[in-house]
């Protein structure tokens, strides 16, 4: 690594996210709203405070800020950063507070609504952003917590805190197909392929398409395979 590199290091990502590393915070969730173009909202943790950002994406360089500057160096992002500041800040025990009381949903919309966002899905970021706080306070999460995630990686995050096997006992789960020691799970309307690993004792719960019949076609879509083309001989 050149001294260049080590005084202006470079940004390990993309998009808007970009700003938390300028200001040396940790993302929490960041997440957008629209196709090609439309809003992002930001939850960040920095030294003493969360943080929750907000503006707008475009669809190509001359309409997206991020495309047109293309910031990827430290010095580049803090000056890119300055046109971003956060709209509103959150004592760490404040957040642990609102997190546990589950009234973090009537915090962030009174705070980011205006008039472009009618799109927005606020009461779903809320609800993961309340659940990416708890995996980050080490706070308890609940199944209902789980299920109602909508966030991937948060969901896996909080799941592995949760354990597996009390998550499928807790939410009440109904076996729809079984093969060995993997299961096909329905709660409500969702559905999970309850899986093991090949090679290591870890289990997995993955959420998979309502309409999928037998944990072999819910594996398969896992992989983006069909049934037919999916062989367990050479998974990885």
């Known amino acids: 690594m050149s001294q260049t590199e080590i005084d202006d290091p470079i940004f390990d990502g993309s998009g808007y996210p970009i700003i938390a ?6 993302l929490i969730l960041y997440q957008t709203f629209g196709s090609y173009q439309g809003e992002w909202l930001m939850l960040t943790k920095g030294a003493e405070e969360y943080k929750v950002y907000k503006d707008y994406y475009g669809s190509c360089s001359g309409c997206d800020a991020y495309e047109a500057n293309e910031p990827r160096t430290l010095s580049q992002a803090k000056k890119f950063a300055e046109d971003y500041k956060s709209f509103l800040e959150i004592p760490f025990s404040t957040m642990r ?22 799109d927005v899905d606020y ?5 993961d952003a309340a659940i990416a706080v708890k995996n980050e306070e080490n706070i308890d999460v609940t199944a209902a917590d789980i299920l109602a995630c909508k966030n991937q990686e948060i969901k896996q995050q909080a799941l592995k805190r949760f354990g597996y096997e009390r998550f499928v006992a807790e939410a009440q789960m109904t076996e729809l197909d079984r093969n060995g020691e993997n299961a096909l799970l329905k709660c409500d309307d969702i559905v999970f392929a ?17 309409n999928m019949k037998t944990v072999r076609e819910a594996i398969a879509w896992t992989f983006g395979m069909t049934p037919d083309q999916y062989n367990p001989l050479v998974e990885t």
Do not use: C, H, M
């Open 21 to 26: 590393w300028a200001n040396g915070e940790k």
């Open 97 to 118: 507070n609102l997190v546990s009381n589950g009234t973090l949903r009537k915090v962030l919309p009174a705070n980011v609504r205006d008039q472009w966002s009618d």
């Open 123 to 127: 009461d779903a970021f809320a609800g």
């Open 194 to 210: 309850y899986v093991k690993d090949s090679s290591t004792p870890r289990r997995y719960l993955l959420r998979v398409p309502p």
